[in-house]
């Protein structure tokens, strides 16, 4: 006769249950790998084992999305800070999964989230070959002599060979400065890549703005000098922009060109520039070069801003605000402004 133990088999070793430990460890090893990616120092070697164990298990690629959604709220934090917290949530994890996720849900749900500057980096982004943080620019200098320049929160891959050059934008926005190459047997197109199409360049200066991250959304191409050649993905009719000139495009097409703002480029100098933009307007640009929550009362959304202002100092910005418009500025904390009626 078959024992109470056979009749009623332990869960634990049932496939269920080695399902739920190989979930378990999947979505702890996935919790490491952010508290890695969120250091700040990732190796190359890191890096290509981080894409084998995504490759390994379809249980890995669904821990990491797990791992993404609860970091989208952590994210709120500012990367050493989130760092720090992963770092202890993970040492509690490792006696006890619920307590471990319990603690992560608490964290979400706490006053931190007054930080709201999201640092985080997706694996793409993180693994970029270069990329800068919210507040941060950067300038390159290619090795076809190209100049890059990196504005906030931007990613990019280069991606040259012998048939071309290649800067994958995967967020953010560049100003680009293409160079001439010389003492080559072919020429080789220099062409921006983003998940919506590319921007050839004819010999030019222009920049490439994300407006969409994660899926496809919307690019903003600006030209100062030259011309570019703008591609839709979903498209077989490129739209050719001249300087002074800009356009909108999205996966399916573009819209018709307009005229450029010569100001726009004044970010790759440190300073935002506004002719009687919107209150509204002109904070959501500012936020983009801030850590933490920007927000405009609606009270005050359609005073207009005209001035000239420096990227690297916000607080600056801001003060000056209540200096020529009724408004004034009120602090949560570090991270969380609002901009509302004096």
Request: charged share 20%; proline share 5%; glycine share 8%.
């Amino acid at each position: 006769m078959s024992t109470g133990a056979a009749a009623f088999p332990n869960h634990a070793d049932s496939p269920a249950g080695q399902a739920g430990r190989a979930d378990a460890r999947a979505l702890q090893a996935a919790f490491d790998w952010q508290v890695t990616l969120w250091s700040g120092e990732v190796t190359r070697a890191q890096r290509l084992a981080f894409e084998q164990w995504l490759a390994e298990d379809p249980r890995h690629a669904q821990a990491w999305q797990r791992v993404q959604r609860v970091g989208a709220q952590l994210g709120v934090v500012p990367a050493p800070l989130a760092g720090t917290v992963l770092r202890s949530a993970s040492k509690a994890a490792r006696s006890s999964r619920r307590q471990f996720l319990g603690g992560l849900a608490a964290f979400a749900g706490s006053g931190l989230l007054a930080y709201a500057a999201s640092d985080t980096l997706s694996w793409k982004t993180a693994f970029a070959d270069y990329h800068t943080a919210r507040g941060e620019r950067r300038d390159l200098t290619l090795p076809d002599n190209t100049r890059l320049a990196l504005n906030s929160a931007t990613s990019v891959d280069l991606r040259y060979s012998a048939q071309a050059r290649r800067v994958a934008l995967h967020a953010g926005e560049v100003l680009v400065t293409t160079a001439q190459e010389a003492g080559l047997p072919a020429y080789r197109p220099f062409i921006v890549e983003t998940r919506e199409g590319s921007i050839r360049a004819l010999g030019t200066r222009f920049i490439v703005r994300r407006l969409g991250e994660g899926s496809p959304g919307e690019v903003l191409v600006q030209v100062f000098e030259g011309a570019v050649e703008i591609m839709p993905r979903d498209s077989t009719t490129p739209l050719r922009l001249e300087a002074g000139t800009q356009a909108y495009f999205s996966a399916s097409g573009a819209t018709a060109p307009a005229v450029v703002d010569p100001l726009a480029e004044a970010w790759s100098r440190g300073l935002l520039v506004v002719e009687q933009r919107r209150l509204a307007d002109f904070l959501a640009e500012l936020a983009r070069h801030r850590a933490g929550i920007l927000r405009c009362d609606p009270a005050v959304a359609d005073l207009l801003v005209s001035g000239v202002f420096p990227l690297d100092d916000t607080d600056a910005a801001l003060h000056s605000l209540t200096r020529v418009l009724p408004v004034s500025v009120r602090t949560a904390t570090r991270y969380w402004a609002t901009v509302g009626p004096r």
